[in-house]
């Protein structure tokens, strides 16, 4: 499959966020201005790309290599765990203006289930490593796609009467549903 | 409720799944609280969350393997869901307000409450999804012989719908917190 499909189907297709479910947590809490959205995606785009990389040469170097496939969750997890800190400590010291947009939201990244959701999948199917990157690539993308969108819709629901209790979480999460709907439409273009 | 709900969303479709889903939490909330609780006096306090995700990803390796081991079928069908246990806000909730602050035997008792609350929300779920979605419940038609499945209830947009109005009801029917 080439690269391109493979961007096109995590950016539009397969969005993680509206048909794997990852991510969704956030999804819901951070999405009520598109300001904010944004600098969220953008840190879970970058971490994702970061941690992809280098769990795949965990598993394909280490895991594999001694035979122990079933330490994969184990072993992603503190990878996970430790290049959020890493990029923390990284972006604070050599990128100030970039930590100040997206410092806040790099901590909450460990608990993202779509970062480590993300390098389960690359693995399940096989990727060769520049696939794997673009497949981090587009799901970022393609999760920044969805949490923007939301945050925008959001913010024209301040004029809506939205019934007392189906404020908040709830109407967001059928909202969500009407735009996985939407996204719907784009299925059997490209498949991942 | 709105935590956690990952995994609510994709497992959900068909009610045998939802089960297992809801036992392989409380196995693994019960477990890490207990754990979690038992040395949350020689933790350090600064690399707890670390310690805490490392005990509840070992946890969940053993759940995956058991699942793999005795019922392939569901653990098929779950594929890397049962992994994202480890990022379900739920366990390290409870972890970081609970079992790190009280003695195991209170930590077994909370985790075992939210873990079974957590269970029955997947259950409620996705028996409606799958009465809806398949006309059927553990795989049995239900709903007689003209019935025509709603196939967007099995599909990624039933979910969300599905979870939404089951918060909405679950809100009309509590009182609202002031």
Request: net charge positive; aromatic share 14%; proline share 5%.
């Given at each position: 499959m080439t690269l391109f499909a493979i961007l096109f189907a995590t950016l539009f297709t397969n969005n993680i966020a509206l048909t794997?479910?990852?991510?969704?947590c956030p999804f819901i809490a951070v999405s009520r201005d598109i300001k904010t959205a944004w600098g969220m995606g953008c840190a879970v785009t970058f971490v994702m790309v970061i941690t992809a990389a280098v769990n795949w040469h965990v598993y394909h170097l280490l895991l594999v290599r001694f035979h122990v496939e079933y330490l994969q969750y184990l072993s992603f997890i503190i990878v996970i765990a430790a290049m959020v800190q890493i990029v923390e400590i990284v972006v604070e010291r050599f990128f100030p203006i970039l930590h100040i947009n997206m410092g806040v939201f790099l901590p909450l990244i460990?608990?993202?289930?779509a970062i480590l959701g993300l390098s389960l999948f690359m693995v399940l199917r096989d990727y060769a490593f520049v696939h794997g990157l673009v497949f981090a690539l587009g799901g970022g993308m393609g999760w920044t796609l969805a949490i923007v969108a939301m945050a925008g819709l959001r913010a024209r629901l301040i004029f809506a009467d939205v019934p007392e209790a189906l404020e908040g979480p709830g109407i967001t999460i059928i909202i969500a549903g009407i735009m996985s709907l939407a996204f719907m439409g784009f299925a059997g273009i490209v498949s991942a | 409720m709105a935590l956690g709900i990952c995994s609510t969303l994709a497992v959900t479709n068909r009610v045998a799944n939802g089960i297992a889903m809801g036992l392989a939490v409380v196995f693994v909330t019960v477990a890490s609280s207990v754990t979690i609780a038992l040395i949350r006096k020689i933790?350090?306090?600064?690399i707890r969350i670390v310690i805490y995700v490392t005990i509840i990803a070992t946890y969940v390796m053993i759940a995956d393997r058991y699942l793999k081991a005795y019922r392939p079928a569901i653990s098929e069908q779950m594929g890397p869901y049962v992994a994202l246990i480890i990022t379900n806000c739920i366990i390290l909730g409870r972890a970081e307000s609970f079992a790190a602050a009280n003695n195991p035997w209170r930590a077994f008792w909370d985790a075992l409450g939210m873990g079974f609350g957590y269970a029955l929300s997947l259950l409620i779920i996705s028996v409606v999804r799958e009465a809806l979605?398949?006309?059927?419940l553990m795989g049995y038609p239900?709903?007689?012989?003209?019935w025509t499945p709603w196939v967007v209830m099995s599909m990624p947009p039933g979910a969300f719908l599905v979870l939404g109005v089951f918060i909405w009801t679950l809100r009309s029917v509590s009182k609202p917190k002031a």
């Open positions: 794997y479910f990852l991510g969704i460990t608990v993202n289930c | 933790t350090p306090r600064r979605g398949f006309g059927t239900i709903m007689g012989r003209n």
